[in-house]
C-alpha cells in the first residue's frame, strides 16, 4: 500500500514551484511574477550509454529525448550544467507537474523532495 502524500507539503510545493524564481533578475525593480508553466522551455537529452538501443558500428545518429520522459523512465538521472542553465527550474517544474498529476508515466506515484543546497549555506557551519 502507498502512505499518502503529505497534504501540507504538498501545498506548499504548489506554491514554491508555480513561480519562475526571479530574486537574481530583478534587482531594484518591482516584482512581476510570471508562472513557471508559462515560460517553461522543455529540455532534451540523449539515452544513457546503453540504453538508446544502438549498436556500436552504425551510423544511426541519436534523437534527443524530452528529459522528464528520461527521468521517469531511469531509477536515478544526473542532471548537470553550469549556474543559470535551467536545473533548478527543472527540477521545480518537476515538481510542480508532479503534484498537479501532469507527468510522464512512471512518475504518477512519486513524492518530489526538493532540498536547495543554497538554503543549507550556514545549516553546516560550526556555531
Known sequence: MIPEKPTMYLNWLQEHCAYMEIDKLREKSEVIQVRLQEIYIPLYAHEPA???????GTEEEEVPVDIEKLIAQNEYLLVEGHPGS???????HLAYNIVQG??????????????????????????
Open 102 to 127: 501532469i507527468v510522464c508515466k512512471g512518475l504518477e506515484d512519486h513524492l518530489p523532495v526538493l532540498i536547495f543546497l543554497k538554503d543549507l549555506k550556514n545549516f553546516f557551519e560550526q556555531k
Open 86 to 92: 535551467g536545473k533548478t527550474t527543472l527540477l521545480r
Open 50 to 56: 546503453g540504453k538508446s538501443g544502438n549498436r556500436q
